[in-house]
């Protein structure tokens, strides 16, 4: 059973461009969770994502970023216009219930992320 | 709204030395909690969790983690830590039935051979 999948692991942009992040959840998850870590401080969590849905963005900056769960495909967080701030590790996290209902997120490796 | 709280930003430890990793949370309703581990340039991964139950939690590499809901407190321990064991660690914390996991600032250790 493969694990979250991010890709890429690196990428590189100049102020003004996009930036396209993808996440593959682990097979049979059906919750996605986007969050950025910048250097030196902890996690910190802009959304959360089901099938075609958002359920919270309550993290997401109000603009340049948003983010699917497409019905098909990875979730993509896309960050439009990139400045130097958003320098960081983008991580994604997948989730499913337990019996219980009960949920236990799993990482990805993350995508760094440098702007020119 | 709930927070989470790790007292030391950077630990430093000698090898076979006992390791106690604070973590403290605000959130008056039930709560699941955790601890990841981060080793330097990979991803977070669970090191245990505590979701009901025996407050004493044992999770992966010999760490454990004691819920003391009166103190709000998830402190992770380790009776003798290794080289290896050099790592961000990071509490993090959601509430029953909500998906809203809020992460501690993490704390860096790093142990002497």
């Known amino acids: 059973n493969a694990g979250v999948m991010q890709n890429p692991r690196h990428l590189v942009r100049r102020r003004g461009q996009e930036a396209r992040l993808r996440c593959s959840p682990m097979?049979?998850?059906?919750?996605v969770y986007w969050y950025r870590q910048l250097p030196e401080e902890g996690l910190k969590f802009m959304v959360y994502?089901?099938?075609?849905?958002?359920?919270?963005e309550s993290g997401m900056p109000k603009e340049r970023f948003s983010a699917e769960f497409p019905k098909e495909g990875p979730s993509i967080l896309r960050i439009q216009q990139v400045v130097r701030g958003d320098s960081a590790a983008y991580f994604c996290?997948?989730?499913?219930?337990?019996?219980?209902?009960?949920?236990?997120?799993?990482f990805g490796p993350g995508t760094r992320l440098l702007v020119l | 709204a709930q927070s989470v709280s790790q007292h030391n930003h950077h630990v430093i430890l000698s090898e076979a030395a006992s390791l106690e990793l604070g973590c403290n949370y605000s959130y008056g309703g039930t709560v699941n909690l955790f601890w990841y581990v981060q080793y330097p340039g990979q991803h977070l991964q669970l090191l245990l969790k505590?979701?009901?139950?025996?407050?004493l939690v044992k999770g992966i590499k010999g760490f454990e983690a004691e819920f003391i809901k009166s103190k709000f407190s998830f402190n992770l321990r380790k009776p003798s830590v290794q080289w290896s064991d050099t790592a961000e660690y990071f509490c993090?914390?959601?509430?029953?039935?909500?998906?809203?996991?809020?992460f501690g600032a993490g704390t860096r250790l790093t142990v002497k051979p």
């Open positions: 996290a997948s989730s499913s219930q337990d019996r219980a209902g009960q949920e236990t997120q799993y």
């Open positions: 993090a914390v959601n509430s029953y039935n909500n998906n809203d996991m809020r």
């Open positions: 505590y979701f009901s139950g025996d407050p």
């Open positions: 097979k049979g998850h059906s919750h």
């Open positions: 994502l089901q099938k075609e849905n958002i359920i919270d």
